[in-house]
């Protein structure tokens, strides 16, 4: 049986790249709803980049929701410079016609937690955590309901990507980081550790190209747009693809690796605000409350990719 997925997004382009993914695998994954917040572009961005996403599909069918549009207590802080638009870039994907649902985004993560079976539906987390935060405090009982909380942040060995302490997603609103992590859900995470590993190369973005499908040529075009953007600043040539890794994980986690550990957001230092402290060496005591990976076979994710966009439109 499939797997129940809510994906909570920012999109974005690798959360774009993301949800195409989890949607060209229907017998693995069942995609519940998308559920927008804000994060790399403001809500209205986000919430009308995840309908594009889901038509370019051909997956007018799956509902979208708007969830909260700043972080709890920061001001928001976006990518745009990554994520925002060109005018090439904008023909990449048609503007939507499928309507945004009415109900706001945390309220069907949270109706679709207490409505399903306990332990049976899981959730993705590929944007800053404020829809989650709220859900948990709105209605405390979906900790223990959930199956697991997947997350694409934070990073451990690779520091940061946004400050030289912290991940963009988990600093953009440290304080939801905060209280999802002592929440007591079983926890996933995704650093940068492993997207990182992650790289785009010529080779692959061409066997996305040549997948002769709608949804294979956007995502190489997006891929080398995005690489434009922001290119070698990690010491490396490729572009890291982060959100995708969360989909991959589901599909495959024998492809990833890691280990169980502590860790705790920083939310009060101005210098490394949204740090995820790791325990990595179990020097604390304090209990194991993530499984974070650090290590990804990055071709078999790759070839795992490649072979299910091809079922997409
Ligand atoms: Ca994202």
């Not at 017998?27 to 009308?48: C, W, Y």
């Not at 996403?53 to 928001?76: K, M």
């Not at 979906?142 to 030289?164: D, Q």
Request: charged share 20%; hydrophobic share 45%; proline share 6%.
């Amino acid at each position: 049986m499939a797997r129940r997925i809510i994906i909570d997004t920012d999109p974005g382009v690798d959360d774009a790249v993301a949800i195409l993914l989890a949607l060209a695998a229907p017998e693995e994954l069942d995609v519940l709803g998308v559920v927008a917040v804000a994060g790399n572009l403001p809500l209205a961005q986000t919430e009308r980049n995840a309908r594009r996403v889901c038509e370019l599909a051909g997956h007018a069918d799956v509902p979208v929701y708007a969830g909260c549009g700043r972080p709890l207590l920061r001001p928001l802080a976006t990518a745009e410079h990554i994520h925002g638009e060109t005018d090439r870039d904008r023909l990449l994907l048609p503007e939507p016609t499928m309507a945004l649902r009415p109900q706001h985004g945390v309220d069907f993560l949270i109706d679709t937690l207490r409505g399903e079976a306990a332990g049976t539906v899981t959730v993705c987390a590929l944007g800053p955590l404020t829809n989650i935060a709220i859900a948990l405090a709105k209605a405390p009982e979906i900790a223990e309901r959930i199956s697991e909380l997947v997350v694409m942040g934070g990073a451990c060995f690779a520091l940061g990507n946004v400050t030289p302490a912290a991940e963009f997603n988990i600093h953009v609103d440290p304080h939801a980081a905060a209280i999802v992590l002592d929440s007591g859900m079983p926890i996933t995470m995704i650093p940068l550790d492993v997207t990182h590993q992650v790289l785009t190369t010529p080779k692959r973005l061409i066997a996305l190209r040549t997948l002769g499908n709608r949804c294979g040529s956007a995502v190489a075009a997006l891929l080398v747009a995005f690489e434009r953007k922001r290119r070698a600043n990690f010491g490396t040539r490729g572009r890291a693809l982060h959100d995708p890794c969360v989909i991959g994980y589901l599909l495959r986690p024998a492809l990833f690796g890691g280990r169980e550990v502590n860790v705790a957001i920083e939310t009060q230092s101005p210098l490394t605000l949204g740090m995820t402290v790791v325990d990595w060496w179990g020097v604390t005591g304090r209990k194991a409350n993530v499984r974070l990976m650090n290590t990804v076979d990055a071709s078999g994710f790759y070839d795992l990719m490649t072979e299910k966009l091809r079922h997409l439109p």
